[in-house]
């Protein structure tokens, strides 16, 4: 299993950008897809960026081009650098982690709320 807190989240105008940051409770390096998703209120969560240890990315049709996701394993972190923020883009983050057939972890989530 690992550990996962997310920490970052807030308010910001449209147009702005917010950091969100990842701490994982062990090294990265041994995850196999480590990533954020993302919840609106009365929606389904769904992807927003997610990096696998071999480095490929993945992000939703929405963010690209606006958010960057990122890591340090040196410190365990993975980070989201969001961008260009839309109203659209409220909801709850949640930073993820999958290890192939042991664990798939979910952090507690941080609020994201953008005002147009």
């Known amino acids: 299993q690992v550990q996962l807190v997310e920490s970052g989240g807030g308010l910001a105008q449209a147009g702005g950008s917010l950091r969100l940051s990842c701490s994982a409770s062990r090294s990265i390096l041994s995850i196999n897809v480590i990533g954020w998703y993302r919840q609106a209120p009365g929606k389904q969560r769904e992807l927003v960026a997610v990096q696998s240890s071999r480095g490929t990315i993945n992000y939703a049709d929405s963010v690209k081009g606006r958010f960057t996701i990122s890591r340090d394993s040196a410190k365990n972190m993975v980070y989201l650098q969001m961008n260009s923020l839309k109203p659209a883009d409220t909801a709850v983050y949640y930073c993820?982690?999958?290890?192939?057939?042991?664990?798939?972890?979910w952090g507690q989530g941080t609020q994201v709320t953008v005002s147009s």
């Open positions: 993820n982690a999958v290890g192939y057939g042991v664990f798939n972890s």
